[in-house]
């Protein structure tokens, strides 16, 4: 167990982090995912509202649909980066991640009292509620299995209500894992009845290591290491999740970085064999360090090493070969498109 | 249970004397060690040749969750590596105290195995407070 986000997390089950991705690439794995937060906003300016603290569009989702989108300061800097969903025209449920919760409450009461009070009211269900997320190939199968109500035909993005043992269920198709799957929010007494039907349906328990890793693969951000208060979402590649026809907190910073560029980027890279680069690491390009390293891994999907990091706009090009000085040991790195890791489409 | 027909240091090593009139040792991590690391992916060994220092740095253990070093648990040469973990590190996972031996190595004096803690004490330092 180890302290995450001011919760004590399993970075693995008994399987093992290997066995854990490979569950979830291959077949079902299920996390305990309740460190993260939930809260929902509500009322007739919960939609003026997520448009200003969001670089995704409120207005423009549709009630049963979902969104993934940054929360950035003044400065464009990301506070967090979450998922949200709209529940109906005036009432939605946003994810933030554990480590960020209490500063993004505050965040968003500092401007609902500034700007949207009366008229959008905030509501913290984090400690009464539990996520879990489902995830894996298999997921589509067993998931029909334990519901009360067929939900493989959902769409990417979008949610709905179900039951399993009685308990109610509300479920995203959503993720962070690169694969196809679900996230299950239900009240905190039902966490236990609902992992022990997943997991008695053959769901292998995964850990943090195993998310950490199937994340890195899928090529998606962590808050905290690709992303956070000093970086933009335009730097870290994320400009497709970021509204540049809307007013909000950050815009004319990432509407000028669009336009004029940025002086560094997120970029992925491959090295052979399985050494890790670590966050910290420094990128060298002709033995000047131009970029250092946020996140990397040893990929058991890929068979190699690999990362992630900032570095000078010169050298993000795919095939760039750069230098990693891996604690002392200069090995060179590839510098690759994300993600590393695209699922297999169903035929 | 640790084995007890060999010796363990508090890094969590272990050395098992082969010959003793050759000075002869083959040293390797603990069962405790390879499961607190989590699947091992990467070890970085001495070369054949290298001198060991007690407690000097030998090399790394890489697991998908972190790096760590390893202490040499003993004082002497390296005479030999084990191959197979170049391409098998999960050895040290599967079989830590047999088939996933890191080293051997001529001891400069087997008497240093005197100091290095017995099986029962390991056991009991493993089970104390982390």
């Not at chain 2, 082969?18 to 070369?47: C, H, N, R, Y």
């Not at chain 2, 790096?67 to 040290?92: A, W």
């Not at chain 2, 047999?98 to 009991?124: C, F, H, R, V």
Request: net charge negative; with cysteine.
């Amino acid at each position: 167990m180890v302290e995450f986000g001011g919760w004590d997390m399993p970075v693995q089950y008994p399987a093992g982090i290997l066995a854990e991705v490979k569950a979830v690439r291959k077949a079902t794995g299920v996390f305990d995912v309740s460190h993260m937060g939930r809260l929902y906003l509500s009322g007739p300016k919960a939609t003026d509202f997520l448009d200003w603290v969001l670089t995704g569009s409120a207005s423009t989702l549709r009630v049963g649909r979902a969104r993934y989108c940054m929360i950035c300061n003044e400065k464009g800097g990301v506070i967090d980066d979450t998922i949200f969903y709209r529940l109906s025209e005036d009432r939605y449920l946003l994810i933030p991640n554990a480590g960020n919760r209490s500063a993004v409450v505050a965040w968003f009461q500092r401007w609902i009292d500034e700007k949207f009070s009366p008229g959008c009211t905030m509501e913290d269900v984090t400690v009464t509620t539990g996520l879990i997320a489902f995830q894996g190939p298999g997921t589509l199968e067993t998931i029909d299995q334990v519901a009360d109500t067929p939900l493989s035909g959902m769409r990417p993005f979008s949610w709905t209500e179900s039951a399993i043992q009685g308990a109610t269920v509300f479920v995203g198709r959503t993720g962070y894992t690169g694969e196809d799957g679900f996230e299950l929010l239900v009240q905190g007494n039902d966490v236990v009845k609902v992992w022990t039907a997943l997991t008695d349906s053959g769901s292998v328990p995964c850990g943090l290591g195993a998310r950490d890793v199937l994340r890195l693969e899928a090529g998606l951000p962590l808050h905290g290491h690709e992303i956070d208060e000093k970086t933009t979402p335009i730097e870290a590649g994320l400009d497709r999740f970021v509204r540049f026809d809307k007013d909000y907190v950050g815009a004319a910073v990432l509407k000028d970085q669009q336009e004029n560029g940025v002086q560094r980027r997120l970029v992925g890279f491959t090295l052979p064999g399985r050494s890790a680069p670590r966050a910290g690491y420094n990128l060298l390009h002709q033995g000047e360090t131009i970029g250092a390293v946020t996140s990397g891994s040893y990929s058991p999907t890929l068979d190699t090493s690999i990362g992630m990091g900032y570095v000078l706009e010169r050298y993000v090009e795919s095939d760039t070969v750069l230098d990693l000085d891996l604690r002392g040991r200069i090995v060179q790195v590839n510098v690759t498109a994300l993600p590393f890791y695209t699922r297999p489409r169903r035929t | 249970m640790s084995p007890d027909d060999r010796r363990y240091t508090k890094e969590h090593e272990w050395v098992m004397i082969e010959d003793a009139a050759a000075k002869s040792a083959v040293a390797g991590i603990t069962d405790f060690a390879q499961d607190q690391l989590g699947d091992i992916v990467f070890f970085e060994l001495p070369k054949v040749g290298d001198s060991l220092t007690h407690l000097g740095k030998m090399g790394e253990v890489e697991s998908v969750k972190a790096v760590s070093d390893l202490f040499s648990p003993i004082d002497g040469v390296v005479t030999e590596i084990n191959e197979k973990l170049l391409d098998h590190p999960e050895l040290v996972n599967q079989d830590p105290f047999g088939e996933g031996w890191l080293i051997k190595a001529t001891m400069t004096d087997i008497s240093q195995l005197d100091g290095l803690m017995s099986a029962s004490d390991y056991d009991a330092f493993t089970a104390g407070p982390q």
